[in-house]
């Protein structure tokens, strides 16, 4: 199983109408290929965990790439993985505060580098804590 994470731009005719299409085919599709994670929006921006059997988070990621209804989506981080952080969420959303995208746009600076795998987790933790909050 692999975990993976991206962040992109959301087109700027994005509503609250089409998230909610977005995460309705994420629940479905994701369910059935055994796919969990996170989609977290704000700040024009969205960022997003995947995990899941390899094939098919990779497959899903494809699809993801190719939708019209956002932009430049770039992968911060792909790694293996054990357990689920996410398992009960087939997509879970977060409306983000836009101090949660620096977070994000430190991990983005690095990530030509090695990152380092604590402050990976521990932004993740940040989002499962919020999860749990909402
Ligand atoms: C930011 C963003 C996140 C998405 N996340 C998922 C996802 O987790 N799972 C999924 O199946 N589709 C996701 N989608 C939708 C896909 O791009 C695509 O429209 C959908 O998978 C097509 O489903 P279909 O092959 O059943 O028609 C996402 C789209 C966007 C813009």
Redesign the pocket.
Known sequence: MIRLLYC?Q?KSDFSEE?LKE?LL??R???SA?G?T?V?V?GGGM?M?V?EGPEQNVLR?YM??L??K??TDSRIIQISPMKERMFDNWT?GVIEAEPLTFEHVAKLRAHRLETLNADAFTQVIREFNALLIKT
């Open positions: 992109s959301a089409v977005i085919i994420s479905k599709n994701n290929a796919i994670g989609l929006h969205f997003q995947l899903t699809k993801i190719d939708d209804r956002h997509m």
